[in-house]
């Protein structure tokens, strides 16, 4: 009979402590998911990071190319007029190279 009160006994204070284990183990659990969630944004955060950066140096080379576009255009404004101008001047000439054949 003593055999069975240990037995009873055991079994009432493992229903009565199991409880207690559940209650503590639940905020482990819920603490390794924010664990979990915190590890996923830090992942999240350092991948977006890197992906900005590689837009930054898109950005700046693209700002890069643009300048170089914009100084040979400008370099290639510059070749038109000067030509523009001397084709004037040789017309210039050729007309009065005429006049002067006429006399």
Do not use: C, G
Not at 76 to 85: V, Y
């Amino acid at each position: 009979m003593r055999l069975h009160q240990k037995y009873s006994y055991s079994l009432l204070v493992a229903a009565l402590v199991w409880p207690l284990f559940l209650v503590h183990a639940e905020p482990a659990i819920k603490l390794s998911e924010r664990a979990r969630q915190k590890q996923i944004a830090e992942e999240t955060r350092a991948d977006l990071r890197k992906k900005l950066s590689e837009l930054k140096e898109n950005i700046l080379k693209t700002e890069k190319a643009h300048t170089h576009a914009a100084d040979a255009l400008s370099a290639s404004e510059a070749a038109i007029s000067n030509a523009n101008r001397s084709l004037r001047e040789l017309s210039a000439e050729q007309a009065q190279s005429r006049q002067d054949a006429r006399r």
